[in-house]
């Protein structure tokens, strides 16, 4: 993506469906599964490697970390795709398959947002206590960004926006701003 001309987004998709066991049990009904991961990982290591974009977001069907009680942590993103998302400062990881929407505390650089349940029934949440925000319920997501921001929100089946969230890039240091429903400026943390 291009901003003024200037790269500023790496944005990578990825197949998770092959870092998951459970599937890897399951060859019949998922024939394509025994994939080599590491593969997937080595293009994914030399495409963070060669990018010169400030903003990197990886996406996956799968969540690395969840509060939903549908679906939990799946092991083997934390295991592997977590010392990526950790080497090359990767600042969102953006997922599905809980079907819930969450917004889970950073781990490093990286945050994670799962933008479940729009369209599914929706799961349950398991301990929203983690999490910067949690909820069970209908509705879609919004993102936006310029190169020194990105912006994203969680909106209701009525067009209510439940939570939105900023994360302003300036040089070197970044700055979270956590908003609520009424949209008022609720927390900022700066990290160097």
Same mark, same amino acid.
């Given at each position: /993506?291009?901003?003024?001309?200037?790269?500023?987004?790496?944005?990578?998709? $990825?197949?998770?469906?092959?870092?998951?066991?459970? +599937?890897?049990?399951?060859?019949?009904? @998922? %024939?394509?599964?025994?994939?080599? !991961?590491?593969?997937?990982?080595?293009? $994914?290591?030399?495409?963070?490697?060669? !990018?010169?974009?400030?903003?990197? $977001?990886?996406?996956?069907?799968?969540?690395?970390?969840?509060?939903?009680?549908?679906?939990?942590?799946?092991?083997?993103?934390?295991?592997?795709?977590? %010392?990526?998302?950790?080497?090359? #400062?990767?600042?969102? +990881?953006?997922?599905?398959?809980?079907? !819930?929407?969450?917004?889970?505390? %950073?781990?490093?650089?990286?945050? @994670?947002?799962?933008?479940?349940?729009?369209?599914?029934?929706?799961?349950?949440?398991?301990?929203?206590?983690?999490?910067?925000?949690?909820?069970?319920?209908?509705?879609?997501?919004?993102?936006? /960004?310029?190169?020194?921001?990105?912006? /994203?929100? @969680? $909106?209701? !089946? #009525?067009?209510? /926006?439940? +939570?939105?969230?900023?994360?302003?890039?300036?040089?070197?240091? @970044?700055?979270?701003?956590?908003?609520?429903?009424?949209?008022?400026?609720?927390?900022?943390?700066?990290?160097?």
């Amino acid at each position: /993506m291009a901003i003024n001309n200037q790269s500023a987004l790496k944005n990578i998709v $990825i197949d998770t469906n092959p870092f998951v066991q459970e +599937y890897r049990q399951n060859t019949a009904t @998922f %024939p394509d599964i025994l994939q080599d !991961t590491g593969k997937q990982l080595h293009w $994914i290591d030399s495409v963070l490697a060669n !990018t010169s974009e400030p903003w990197k $977001i990886v996406v996956g069907h799968h969540p690395r970390y969840s509060v939903g009680g549908d679906h939990g942590n799946q092991a083997e993103l934390v295991q592997q795709l977590g %010392p990526l998302l950790q080497k090359y #400062n990767v600042q969102l +990881y953006l997922c599905s398959h809980s079907h !819930t929407r969450q917004h889970l505390p %950073p781990v490093g650089q990286t945050d @994670f947002i799962i933008a479940g349940g729009s369209g599914a029934s929706l799961g349950p949440i398991a301990n929203s206590t983690k999490t910067q925000f949690a909820r069970s319920s209908g509705g879609f997501s919004v993102f936006s /960004m310029n190169a020194d921001s990105v912006r /994203m929100g @969680f $909106i209701d !089946t #009525n067009g209510k /926006m439940l +939570y939105s969230w900023q994360r302003v890039k300036p040089d070197n240091e @970044f700055a979270f701003r956590l908003y609520r429903s009424d949209l008022e400026f609720c927390d900022v943390m700066f990290l160097a």
